[in-house]
């Protein structure tokens, strides 16, 4: 295929490695990511009282993205430990669904990209929602878990179309 790109994270023998980026310059980057947890407006009213069993819901998802897009590099085998400078999870009610939208926001200055970093905040912050109300409902459903938007690298600016 004339001009496709290739897998980073293989090498020519198709063997997974880590990407060497000591040659790349450190620059400032940022990812946001988003995903939502839909649930039936009744448990969603339990976790906005903050009056689930297991404590303040949101609290806790909040603290659950930010710790989980820390430790990104021991989940995901093949991503680059990073200090990273900043890591926000926003959590809100989506007047389109019964459920919360959660959204995360990482930086770096940097040799390597946090998109990583950001969608997994989004998911172990939806993850940490299940968990809290499962006991009320089961039926509960993560979904569109994606990449919002990224900036920094030598890809550039990406933004995601609705």
């Not at 001009?3 to 023998?13: E, F, I, M, S």
């Not at 997974?16 to 946001?32: F, G, I, N, W, Y």
Request: with cysteine; hydrophobic share 45%; glycine share 8%.
């Amino acid at each position: 295929m004339p001009g496709a790109r290739k897998l980073t994270h293989v090498d020519r023998g198709g063997k997974a490695r880590l990407v060497d980026v000591s040659a790349k310059p450190a620059t400032e980057r940022m990812a946001v990511a988003e995903g939502c947890v839909v649930m039936a407006p009744e448990t969603l009213n339990l976790v906005l009282r903050a009056d689930a069993k297991k404590g303040d819901v949101l609290a806790v998802a909040r603290i659950a993205g930010i710790m989980a897009a820390k430790r990104t590099h021991e989940l995901i085998p093949l991503c680059h430990p990073l200090a990273l400078s900043n890591v926000t999870v926003d959590l809100e009610t989506d007047p389109k669904l019964a459920g919360i939208r959660v959204r995360a926001s990482v930086k770096v200055a940097g040799q390597t990209g946090v998109e990583m970093e950001a969608l997994t905040a989004v998911a172990v912050a939806c993850l940490t929602i299940y968990d809290m109300g499962k006991a009320v409902e089961r039926g509960m459903r993560i979904e569109t878990i994606r990449l919002v938007e990224k900036r920094g690298g030598k890809s550039g600016h990406y933004r995601a179309t609705e």
